[in-house]
């Protein structure tokens, strides 16, 4: 692929293109700036076909144009019968073959994209690498988990990955279908609930500084009146801090709350929350009690709720009424109401929840 | 002759038509009124979108919304506006009478109707259907309410009125043609018609069993696709796509088709390699069938499915080009006639190839990944839908209202219509590939500010804003010509070149008042070339035979609309089941009514004929 890229790059339409295209969006969310190989491959793809398809618009344009500006019926001419052609068979067989050829240039380099990308042989081997990172990521109404199964870590909402390797993915849905989508890193994969989907996606770590380390992702699968509010983000950071990172929360314990509020604010949230939500990155229950995001690491988040920015203003809003925030949203209605008192004592004891 | 029918209402004459031409102009009130409703959702969709963090409708409501703008186009008006077309012209195209089964035809529009109206019913009985068009199964499983069941019970009775509509026209342009109106001398409007019925009959079952499946599911405990106990959704994507992509060719078949007959009849040639067209609307319609899965890129098929899926995709644009190219040459060597109907074939061109392009480019699987799911494949289907389909509706009816109504409609007006939703068009569908490609997932309700979303979004709403406009010149020139409009000759272009051209605008009610005799392609052009005025009979004139006109299809329809709340409901209230009953008893019963009954239809007599044709003549 990256070869093909390479002979094509001398095509100066294509480089054209390339610039025009690269000139749209933004580094964290859009897939004309791609920041790791998955989206490499695609977008070189996405030229090449881009750059064929042109070829092919400015034919057409061009005799489209000269035809019906040089065939026009002029004054006089109402009564004009044009010779009554039926037709051509060397001109049939050329416009056949021609998109034919086309077509093969662009199938050829379309196969091969798609068996690399679909290569997760590493993650699967009987015996893995260890230094082969493999998340699990359980998409539900309308929240995120990414569990790391070789290190017992589980977060919801923010994923964090190393940059330079590929990172391989495990997913699936809890509730109904959601898609997983890193418009910037590489394309989407569904996450289904009767079966488990695999692939692959690299993050680059030049690309990613210029992103500000944080790439955005969607569901891009119609999952309910919030669908469009089910964000996440990546934290695309080098190996030693993801190191650094895991090891934290691997070792994270029981939050120790020492500030009188949040102290109280623990207990609200052991009565009222706890069912639901945990607070330390181990959380041994099976995947079907894991009914809410695991907020071990709140206080580190990016985004409350996936996209509100992370402050106590809007993380009030939304415990007072989730559903203002996400309609729909499987948290509404699950907690006796909160007094202010309440939610300021909850907001402290959250935002204290860090393992940075 | 039938004056005894005319003097009764006009309602209840159309009721109880059979006549293919008043059941044409049915489905295109019906058809209309439902492209309007559509029409308004998708601003209602646009205005929301206007702007970031937009509160103009609600999350919930939103979701309503894109189900119903794009089922209700999809089902409730490109089909059937189509099949106004289809009914007006094609058995006059071929020299036929009537369809091969009036009564058939009749009851294919009741059950569309039916079925629609129902679907509509949703937003005033507990809220419309809110899983997207596709409803793919774990929502529409979820989905609380009633919303999911009108969608599968109202898709499933106007499903039934498009699959008998298609076996209807199978047959009719089978048995019916004239003599001498070989396959090869079918204009190509029928022959895409022929195409497009061909994909209904293979295409709409899939679709009845997801849906059946579906309402199993729903409302009687079933567990087809419930994974928790063994279900598989995915296999409900694959029913439903099974049907869905075929359906985007039964509508653009006959787009072609359209936009053949206008193109080859305003430069006044001969289409440019007639047989390779006809080809080419084969294959195409032949191929539909085989690229299904590549809506499902993303499902995880794997990489032989995708790939395999992805090449059968990429070759579906060889005929298409070659259709193009077609139509250039027609064009080339012509004598090029700008009026309303032409200018919408010009403007079809660039803006299909535009669509058709960005369908090779999805084809690319891995591209797709960053495609699907996107602003980038409504931006695609958009263009292929609205800039092929629409467009061809929007040329067909101004080309053949003349022979629908017998007025003209008025080109200024016309041609205010094309530029105001020619240039709309553009503008809110060009920038959404943009928006896709710039990370914007479809069917989302809001999107945030400083994603670099806005500017896109603001421009498509300004777009879908003129394209309004532009329907409502329309309906202004509609309006007005109906009443002081030009009236129509037979030959209303004064360049026609097909049979429908032949007879008076609008056409008799027997249309024909001897068979004609075809001697070539293009029949009535080689006449009018050979200095003729009229057709070369095939028969002496005679008494012709009709069929009477009835009630039990409307009746028979309405059965299964009661029996549909009967049964929605019978979770609900204990009337439910009973009443479900009550409505196929009504069904069953006006069709066993349909079988004991004799009806041997009534007679036009010859001195009847001769005196309208001399009417016919001088007007
Ligand atoms: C009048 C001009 C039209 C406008 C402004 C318009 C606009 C839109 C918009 C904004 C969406 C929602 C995109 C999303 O969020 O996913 C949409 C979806 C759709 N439209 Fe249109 N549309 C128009 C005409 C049509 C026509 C004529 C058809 C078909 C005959 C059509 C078929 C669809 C379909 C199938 C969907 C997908 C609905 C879904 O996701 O379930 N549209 N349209
Ligand atoms: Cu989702």
Partial sequence: MKKWLHNWRLFSLFSMIALLLAGCGKPFLSTLQPAGEAADMQFSLMLLSTAIMLLVIVVVTIIFVYVVIRFRQRKGEENKIPKQVEGNHTLEIVWTVIPIILLIILAVPTVKATFDLADVKPMNKEKRDKDTLVVNVRASLYWWEFEYPDYGVITSQDLVVPTDERVYFNLKASDVKHSFWIPAVGGKIDTNIENKNQFWLEFDQERAEKAGNIFYGKCAELCGPSHALMDFKVKAVPREEFDQWIEKMKNAKKPVVTDPVAKQGEEIFNKSCIGCHAVTPIDKRPEQARTAPNLANFGDRERIAGILEHNEENLKKWLKDPESVKPGNKMTGTYAKLTDEQIDALTKYLMSLKVE | ??????????????????????????????????????????????????????????????????????????????????????????????????????????????????????????????????????????????????????????????????????????????????????????????????????????????????????????????????????????????????????????????????????????????????????????????????????????????????????????????????????????????????TTPMLYAIGFIPSFVIGGVTGVMQAAAPADYQYHDSYFIVAHFHYVIVGGVVLALLGGTHYWWPKMFGKMLSEKLGKLTFVLFFTGFHLTFFIQHFLGLMGMPRRVFTFLPGQGLETGNLISTIGALLMAAGVIVLLINIVITTFKGEKAEADAWGLGRTLEWAVPSPAPEYNFAQTPLVRGLDAYWLEKMEGKKGLTPAEPLGDIHMPNPSFLPFVISLGLFIASFGFMYHNDYSWGLPVGILGLVITFGSMCLRSIIDDHGFHIHKEDIIEAEKKGVKA
């Avoid at chain 2, 507990?126 to 009633?146: F, I, V």
């Avoid at chain 2, 644009?317 to 190219?325: D, E, H, L, Y």
Wanted: charged share 10%; proline share 4%.
């Fill in chain 2, 1 to 338: 002759m039938s004056t005894a029918v005319r003097k009764k209402s006009l309602i209840w004459d159309y009721l109880t038509t059979v006549d293919h031409k008043k059941i044409a102009i049915l489905y295109l009130i019906a058809g209309g009124i439902f492209f309007i409703m559509g029409g308004i959702e998708a601003l209602i969709i646009r205005i929301q979108l206007a702007v970031p963090n937009n509160d103009f409708v609600s999350a919930g409501l939103f979701n309503e919304m894109i189900t119903m703008h794009g089922t209700t186009m999809i089902f409730l008006a490109a089909t059937p506006l189509l099949f106004a077309l289809m009914n007006a012209i094609v058995p006059i195209q071929i020299g036929a009478r009537d369809v091969a089964f009036p009564f058939l035809n009749a009851l294919g529009f009741w059950l569309f109707f039916f079925g629609g109206l129902f679907l509509n019913c949703s937003w005033f009985l507990g809220g419309a259907p809110d899983a997207g068009w596709t409803s793919y199964a774990s929502l529409s499983l979820e989905s609380p309410g009633h919303g999911i069941d009108f969608y599968v019970l109202g898709l499933q009775v106007s499903g039934f009125g498009t699959l008998i509509s298609g076996i209807n026209f199978i047959v009719t342009i089978i048995t019916m043609r004239a003599p001498g109106m070989t396959y090869m001398r079918m204009p190509l409007f029928t022959w895409a018609t022929f195409v497009a019925s061909t994909l209904i009959l293979f295409a709409f079952p899939p679709l009845t069993a997801g849906l059946l499946l579906l309402m199993m599911d729903r409302l009687f405990g079933g567990n087809f696709f419930n994974a928790a106990l063994g279900g598989n959704t995915i296999i409900y994507e694959h029913l439903f796509w099974i049907f869905g992509h075929p359906e985007v060719y039964l509508l653009i078949l006959p787009a072609f088709g359209i936009f053949s007959e206008i193109i080859s009849t305003f430069s006044k040639k001969r289409l440019f390699g007639y047989s390779s067209m006809v080809f080419a609307i084969v294959l195409i319609g032949f191929l539909g069938f085989m690229v299904w899965a590549h809506h499902m890129f993303t499902v995880g098929m794997g990489p032989v499915a995708n790939a395999i899926f992805a090449v059968a995709t990429m070759t579906i644009a060889v005929p298409t080009g070659i259709k193009i190219f077609n139509w250039l040459f027609t064009m080339w060597g012509g004598s090029i006639r700008v």
